[in-house]
């Protein structure tokens, strides 16, 4: 073990100590950001590998966040302004998101622990594959109650919005829906995340 990571360790110990027993919020959410900075800084081959690192190092702060129960986390992994990097970066991304959701179907902390993963996003964006893995984790995940994680792919907060006013606009033109109901509460129940309280803190790696 090199000195860094020995006084890591003393650092992490210290922050623990401080936090554990403190006011804590309900709901984080992460934006993953900053891999392909990470990569260049640390002299890696790509931002692949930069991707691969901040992946691995997600699962430390989940680990955290179920220690300090937490309750619910939002990670933001692919916003949908994503797709307009390099074909082999984002082809590295979605294998490393479906990696992740393959694991977390045989994790047994997410059975344990009782976590429900979601997937929030224009999932008609997604690949049939990618698709089909959600489904079945999230299935898998349905009725737990103690954790829950939302994962963001192929999201972004203007395309949420328009998604949420299509469907409004569907019900008003069905008449389901009278013009006069619509405020912040019923807009709400259109949104990816219906029935989730916003974050408490939003943290950006």
Known sequence: ????????????????????????????GLIL?????????????????????GSDKVEDFLDWCRKLEIRIVTLYGFSTENYSRSEEE?????????????????????????VKVRVI??????SEEMN??????EEMTR???????NIAISYGGR???IDAVKKIGRE????????????EKLFSKYLYTEGLPDPDLIIRT
């Not at 210290?14 to 403190?22: D, F, Q, T, Y």
């Not at 008003?172 to 619509?182: C, H, T």
């Open 1 to 28: 073990m090199n000195f860094p990571s020995i006084l890591y360790r003393f650092y992490e110990k210290a922050l623990w100590n401080e936090i554990k027993s403190g006011p804590k919020p309900h709901h984080i």
């Open 33 to 53: 950001d900053g891999n392909r900075r990470f990569a260049r800084l640390k002299g890696l081959a790509n931002a692949n590998d930069g991707h691969n690192a």
């Open 90 to 114: 984002v082809n590295h991304l979605m294998k490393l998101f479906l990696r992740k959701l393959k694991e977390f179907q045989v994790d047994p902390v997410i059975k344990q622990e009782r």
């Open 121 to 126: 996003g224009r999932r008609e964006d997604l």
């Open 132 to 137: 089909q893995e959600i489904e079945k984790i």
């Open 143 to 149: 009725d737990h109650d103690r954790f829950i994680l």
């Open 159 to 161: 395309a949420e919005i």
């Open 172 to 183: 008003i033109e069905s008449g389901n829906l009278p013009v006069d109901q619509i405020d």
